[in-house]
């Protein structure tokens, strides 16, 4: 997540990672009736459109890359994932940029703060067809949207929230923008480009110019907006018209859109900026190797709380034996940046310490001109800070394309690899692959308590500036360091002196929101995660009830844990929390809990392992209702949907054989045709009466043979995600696919 972390928050001033640029302003883009901002939202729509919870396959997993043309049409898509790719690494995947990209357009053009978690994983392969399109009709949208978790009132929504920027492009969908027709072939979707109720309220009070909604959209069969926004008899699009409601409202939307996430795939607790994190932190053995040169910087949130009253910064630290240093190491100012809503200062420090008692921790101590200081300490562990193995930034290099890498190991260790994560190119695709590749280093000599290894390798010129890199041994590392950050020369360990210029800087770094966070250890760039205050949410006047909720059952007191999550299909958080409120957040998933009190999960299916928890585990009040329980510090008031999910439907005389290809130029099965907009399972097995095979297509469709009339291939389930138009609780093909009967022998 620090990486993540970094690149949301740090848009401007020192350290500043630029991923915002792109979209600031709001009004910035690639070319004429271009927006950024909008192209950044439309990509993570279409990303997340394939997919389907009820199987729990697709949505955000950057599958998009594989599926550019066809249905995701024209350069914006392209442009986005380019852009995107120098941020591409091991801990920050192309799905979590996608989504971070929706955060960062957002707020760039004045929207809500969408919360942004992490830990998607990229796709290798496209997804099953199934964007919506403007010629789509009401029923085929709410297959699509119901197909990826959302009700007909969400789909209204969250289609307001992504047509409030951008609009329709000529090139892209001439019979909806006529070429010729507006200024640089483009309409927008109304008459701001600022993330706002517009798109609502010009639509409500009938003087909308979204080119979905009139002009020769609507002779086209195109007008896609009019026919979602009037499928409630616009009641959702008129109570988004007020300000207030359409951003809590795209906060929430935006949020489930790029949650939609495949089985199996757990998300972190959204990202919020740490009040202290420390950046950069390198240990480098010296000339002679008597001592260590300790290095590094201190962020400190300076939102609340100004620069100007911080008096100053220091590092009080533990030797390797967990003894404390007589003395702290002072910090001086180095810079300033600054995020959308946040700023911060960091503090330099560079101090020298005996190789032979050397750090296992540090604490940070800030002062501020009141004279109070804060203790922030790690859950009381410290900062952990491991000295088995380092890089020798000063003695490594990259000359030309060859990357040569310097490491001292502590006996009695004399081992080492270097881990290359590297980007690698695919024909076709446009994002890169990220390929692991490992390098022995070899001893070379001895230095103080230290063995110094080397080792090299050749990169390809693309590589050269934009490769992480870790140095290993055993269960230590020196992780994700940049070759873009190493010197062209590299400077002999006894002629090094007191020099530190070459060493680089780390962009993986120890990180705490508070006096009270944990950490993971053995990298001298460790990591740390947050952990939750004390609450006073708990009561001994607890309900004597058992929770209830129509629609559910209550499964019981079920634990969790934060680097596990059990539910990570949504999550949301709240001072109001109620089972309603979470109820229907979670609507179309299997399961749903509240936890701590004010916090909301849902799940099609537990993602990891969760066990029964005595019911007094769940003692915390819900912040909206006093009188019920939602859940407690890693514990879950669980509830299971008692509606049934989509499935293949059992037909007497039949059985089901699979989800198989078809074509619109080609059909598979060719004997009878019987389009029907009630269709079922049982209907299309009797309207095939006489014949052998039987497949329902696109939730409206049946088509009945003997034998294959054109090739077929049998595809995955995930493919064939329609609901039938008569039964929505049977399944029935998709856009070219079937799903396909067989007469029982």
């Not at 009004?27 to 927006?35: C, D, H, L, Q």
């Not at 003894?323 to 810079?335: E, F, L, P």
């Not at 090094?496 to 966070?517: I, K």
């Not at 029907?676 to 329902?696: M, N, P, Q, R």
Request: proline share 6%; hydrophobic share 30%; net charge neutral.
């Amino acid at each position: 997540m620090d990486e993540l972390e970094d690149i949301m928050f740090l848009n401007s001033g020192y350290r500043a990672r630029g991923f915002a640029a792109p979209v600031t302003p709001c009004s910035k883009g690639a070319g004429p009736g271009r927006i950024a901002a909008a192209e950044y939202i439309r990509t993570a729509f279409h990303d997340m459109a394939t997919g389907n919870v009820f199987q729990g396959t697709g949505g955000a997993d950057a599958s998009i890359v594989f599926e550019l043309g066809g249905d995701n049409p024209g350069p914006g898509f392209p442009t986005t994932l380019t852009t995107f790719v120098p941020y591409l690494t091991s801990r920050s995947s192309m799905a979590d940029l996608i989504a971070m990209g929706v955060y960062t357009s957002v707020r760039s053009c004045g929207g809500p703060v969408v919360p942004i978690r992490t830990g998607r994983i990229d796709a290798t392969e496209a997804g099953p067809p199934g964007v919506p399109q403007p010629q789509n009709s009401l029923f085929t949208f709410q297959n699509q949207f119901s197909r990826t978790g959302f009700d007909t009132t969400q789909m209204i929504q969250v289609v307001a929230c992504g047509h409030t920027l951008g609009g329709a492009h000529a090139a892209n969908f001439p019979q909806i923008v006529p070429p010729g027709s507006a200024p640089d072939d483009f309409k927008s979707f109304d008459s701001t480009q600022r993330f706002d109720e517009k798109i609502a309220s010009e639509y409500v009070a009938g003087v909308s110019t979204d080119p979905l909604t009139v002009g020769p959209s609507q002779a086209a069969g195109r007008a896609s907006d009019l026919r979602v926004f009037t499928a409630d008899g616009n009641a959702t699009i008129t109570s988004m018209a007020d300000p207030a409601t359409f951003a809590s409202t795209c906060q929430a939307m935006l949020q489930k859109m790029i949650d939609v996430v495949p089985g199996g795939v757990t998300l972190t607790d959204p990202i919020v900026p740490y009040d202290i994190k420390p950046v950069a932190l390198q240990l480098t053995l010296q000339a002679g190797g008597s001592e260590i040169q300790f290095s590094g910087e201190i962020r400190v949130r300076t939102t609340s709380r100004p620069a100007s009253q911080i008096s100053n910064v220091q590092l009080a630290y533990k030797d390797r034996t967990g003894g404390s240093a007589s003395s702290n190491i002072v910090t001086a100012s180095k810079g300033t940046a600054a995020g959308f809503d946040d700023s911060f200062t960091f503090y330099a420090f560079s101090t020298k310490i005996s190789s032979q008692t050397s750090i296992s921790a540090f604490n940070v101590l800030v002062t501020l001109a009141s004279g109070a200081t804060e203790t922030y300490n790690n859950n009381g562990n410290g900062y952990p800070i491991q000295d088995t193995v380092m890089l020798q930034a000063p003695q490594s290099c990259i000359a030309g394309s060859q990357l040569s890498i310097t490491a001292a190991v502590r006996a009695p260790a004399t081992a080492a690899n270097l881990v290359l994560s590297l980007k690698v190119p695919r024909s076709g695709i446009i994002t890169p692959a990220l390929q692991s590749q490992t390098v022995a280093l070899t001893q070379q000599s001895t230095v103080g308590p230290y063995s110094i290894v080397t080792g090299t390798y050749t990169l390809d010129t693309a590589q050269v500036q934009d490769t992480i890199f870790d140095i290993v041994s055993g269960q230590a590392s020196d992780s994700f360091k940049r070759t873009g950050d190493l010197g062209t020369t590299c400077i002999p360990l006894d002629s090094a002196g007191t020099s530190s210029s070459a060493s680089p800087s780390s962009s993986s770094t120890s990180t705490s929101s508070s006096s009270s966070s944990t950490s993971s250890s053995f990298t001298s760039t460790t990591l740390a995660t947050s952990t939750r205050p004390t609450s006073s949410a708990t009561s001994s006047s607890l309900p004597n009830s058992t929770p209830s909720l129509a629609g559910y059952t209550y499964q019981g007191c079920y634990t969790d844990s934060t680097s596990a999550r059990v539910l990570t299909g949504r999550y949301s958080t709240s001072s109001t929390m109620t089972y309603k409120s979470c109820s229907t957040f979670c609507a179309g998933y299997t399961y749903f809990a509240t936890e701590y009190s004010s916090q909301c999960y849902c799940g099609q299916s537990f993602a990891n392992p969760t066990n029964p928890a005595p019911a007094s585990d769940c003692s915390m009040k819900c912040s909206g209702d006093a009188t019920t329980v939602c859940g407690g510090p890693g514990r879950m008031t669980l509830f299971k949907s008692t509606a049934p999910v989509p499935s293949n439907a059992t037909v007497a005389g039949w059985t089901y054989d699979g989800c198989y290809t078809d074509s619109t130029s080609a059909r598979v099965l060719t004997g009878k045709y019987v389009p029907d907009s009630g269709v079922t399972i049982e209907k299309c097995a009797a309207a095939c009466k006489g014949y052998s095979i039987f497949g329902a297509e696109y939730g409206t469709q049946c088509y009945c043979a003997n034998t294959f009339s054109n090739p077929s291939t049998k595809v995955a389930e995930r493919d064939c995600g329609f609901t039938c138009g008569g039964n929505a609780l049977q399944l029935c093909g998709a856009g070219n696919r079937l799903s396909l009967y067989r007469k029982s022998a």
